[in-house]
């Protein structure tokens, strides 16, 4: 089977309250390198990413408002992810996602994104 140079995972979490929440997954095992994360423009800009491991590397190195890995819809679609200048090689590796929402009002479904290649970044 034939698999595209690239590919958009989902990560969703399903928000009920003003807590602390995590998501864990484990990336398709068809890909080997993470290049890009993204968070969807309708999430709350209030919401805090407290920690975004891929192989329990974490991301970033303090607490990051979600707004720094987020663009508008008018952004076009491959403008969308935040780079990562030093991509991550992954084989079915978990990625996990640690945030909260200090201004929390109603539920929502948080989503999240990662961006997968096949092909060895240069």
């Known amino acids: 089977m034939k698999h595209n140079k690239i590919k958009v995972q989902a990560i ?5 309250s003003d ?3 995590s998501v864990k997954v484990e990336t398709d095992s068809d ?16 919401v805090i990413i407290e920690d975004f491991k891929i192989k329990n590397e974490s991301i970033f190195e303090d607490d990051i408002e979600v707004r720094i890995i987020q ?3 008018n952004v076009s679609c491959d ?5 990562l ?6 084989n079915s590796d978990n990625v996990s ?3 909260n929402d ?6 929502y479904n948080a989503y999240f994104y990662i961006l997968l290649t096949n092909v060895k970044p240069e």
Not at 12 to 16: E, N, R
Not at 85 to 90: C, K
Not at 102 to 107: L, M, V
């Open 12 to 16: 969703v979490k399903a928000v009920s």
């Open 19 to 21: 807590s602390r929440h």
């Open 31 to 46: 890909y080997k390198y993470i290049i890009g994360i993204a968070a969807s423009p309708s999430l709350p800009s209030g």
């Open 71 to 73: 663009s508008s819809t």
């Open 79 to 83: 403008h969308r992810f935040f780079t």
């Open 85 to 90: 200048f030093n991509p991550r090689e992954v």
């Open 97 to 99: 996602i640690d945030f």
């Open 102 to 107: 200090p201004n929390y009002s109603s539920a």
